[in-house]
């Protein structure tokens, strides 16, 4: 059955050529992990996109339940924890997998950089592993205050502080951030807005780049 609809939606949609450019690439044999143990260090970037689609998915269903308000917030979360089924394992998959992702990304790009991966012509690819690094600690601190309970209350005030200390611009930041002087609904609105909607949109159009530039420049040669 499954074959019949593959073949159905091939033969109006064309979409095996597509897949074999996809399926069909070449792996270098120096990040086969069959034919070279140290391969594994290869691995972090596409374990981290792994993670990143966990998240995604996990996030879309954790929205099903939040109400980002601050009468309803953390009652909301409260109520995903012990009443929803699979609530509390989802939510944890959601919490946790945020450090796991930023920390393989780290060490992805510790791989990079000793491998020489960002040198010529692989520069422009390198600032955008930069920017998703920054796009992920920025979707880590906004989700950190949507529980909107007293840790994440304290800790959204401590990085506010703290982006308010840039020089010339920190007012402003801080201002932008907490959509207005103080941390409260308004925070926690634009917090959502830009952990749901803005830095979702921005992490997926500079992954589709970076991807697309490992396709057309191929992986780096060992050192």
């Given amino acids: 059955m499954l074959r019949s609809m593959y073949e159905w939606l091939d033969r109006r949609l064309d979409i095996t050529p597509l897949w074999r450019d996809v399926a069909d690439h070449e ?20 374990l981290t996109f792994f993670i990143v689609v966990i998240q995604i998915l996990s996030g ?17 979360v409260k109520y995903l924890q012990t009443e929803v089924a699979f609530g509390s394992i989802v939510r944890g998959m959601h919490h946790w997998g945020a450090s796991v992702a930023i920390v393989m990304l780290f060490l992805h790009t510790l791989r990079v950089f000793f491998t020489g991966a960002y040198k010529n012509p692989r520069e422009f690819n390198w ?39 840039v020089p010339y ?14 941390v409260g609904a308004q925070t926690l609105a634009r917090f959502f807005a830009l952990h749901v909607f803005f830095l979702p949109a921005v992490l997926l159009a500079l992954l589709g780049a970076h991807f697309l530039l490992i396709r057309r420049q191929g992986i780096s040669g060992p050192l």
Avoid at 29 to 42: D, K, M, Q, T
Avoid at 140 to 160: H, I, Q, R
């Fill in 127 to 165: 600032v955008i592993g930069m920017l998703i690094f920054f796009v992920m600690l920025g979707l880590g601190f906004t989700g950190y205050l949507l529980p909107w309970d007293n840790k994440a209350y304290f800790a959204t005030k401590v990085g506010v502080q703290i982006a308010a200390s």
């Fill in 27 to 46: 792996v270098p044999e120096h990040v086969n992990p069959a034919h070279h143990f140290s391969a594994f260090i290869y691995c972090f970037g596409g």
């Fill in 169 to 182: 611009i920190g007012p402003y930041i801080a201002t932008f951030l907490q959509g207005g002087e103080i």
């Fill in 60 to 76: 879309m269903f954790l929205a099903l339940y939040y109400v980002p308000d601050i009468v309803n917030a953390h009652a909301s």
